[in-house]
C-alpha cells in the first residue's frame, strides 16, 4: 500500500476522540462508516491495485530469475519424464490386471511423491523457500513409510484402512460424521482398538512398543542412506519453531539440496515399482537406466555452478 495515501486517510478521519470517554458504540459506528470507505476504494480499484502488487513482488524479489533458472527447467523435464515412465508402466502393466500389494501400494504413493515434487518446484519458482523445505519434509517421511511397507507388505492393508480411519476421526471431531459413518468408526475401533488414531499405530503388529512408533525406527530398519538424515534434521528445524527458523534467512542455493534429493527418492521409488509390476527386462533395463542418466546428468550439471538454483 502506497504509504502516502495511507498517511493522508488517517489525517483525514473524522473522528478526534479515541479515547473511552462518551458514546464508545457511537463513535466505533463512525468509524466503521469510515472504514467502509476504505474498502470500498480498494475494490473498485482491485484490478489496479493487483497489478501493482504483482509489479512490486516481480521487482523486489528473485522471482523472474528463479522462473527462468537452468536447474529448476531441467529439474521439471525431470519429472515429466517419470510420470510419462509411470504412465506407460502402469497403462501396460496395472490397469484392469490384477497386482500384487506391494504395487499397488506403490502406485499410490509414487503419485503422491509427484504432486509433492510439482508443488517444490512451484513454490520454489515463486521464492516460497521455507513452503519448499516443509513440502520437502513431507515427501521424506512418505518415503521411509513406502519403503517400510514394501518391508513389511502385511502391514498395507492396515495403513490404507488407517488413512481412511482418519477421515472419519477428523470428520467425527468436527461432527461431521453420517450414522453410516459413525458405524464404520466404531468399527475400526473395536477391530483396532481405541489408540488407531495415533499416527503409526498401524505399525502395531511389527513396533510393539508405542515409545518406539517413530519415523527413527523406520529409518533405520530401512536402512536408509546416511545423507538422508541430516538434510531432514535441518527440515525439521525450519518446520518446527527454532531459532533458525526464526532468525536465518534462506537463500535460493540453500534449497538446491531440498530439490534434488527429491530426485534421488523418485529413482528409488519407480525402480521398486518396476521390479513389482514385473515390467519385462527390455523396458526395465531402459527406462531404469534412462531416468538414473538423466538424474545423473543434471546433478552432474550443476554440481559445481555457483548460481541462483
Known sequence: MD?????RYIEECPLTDFTDNGNVNERLLQLDEYLEKFTSYLYNNEPKLTQHFWEEYFASSQVLILQNSAFLRRALIFLDVVVGCFNFITSKYINGRKTSKKA???????QNTFGLYKSLLTLAMNGCFHSVISEYRTLYESFVITKYLLLHPDLIPIYKEHSEFLVLHINKM????????????????NKYGKDFADNLVWTKSV????????????????????FFGPLYKVACNYVHPSSLASTSRISPDFIKPFLQVPMHIICYEICDYIIECKVVKKEAVIIKNMIEFLFDDI??????????I
Open 3 to 7: 504509504k502516502k495515501f495511507l498517511k
Open 104 to 110: 499397488e501400494m506403490l502406485s499410490v504413493q509414487l
Open 174 to 189: 468436527a461432527n461431521n460424521n453420517t450414522s453410516k459413518q459413525e458405524k464404520k468408526y466404531d468399527d475400526f475401533i
Open 207 to 226: 513396533i510393539t512398543e508405542p515409545k518406539d512408533r517413530k519415523l527413527i525406527t523406520l529409518v533405520n530398519e530401512c536402512q536408509l542412506e546416511p
Open 299 to 308: 546433478t552432474k550439471d550443476f554440481s559445481n555452478v555457483k548460481q541462483i
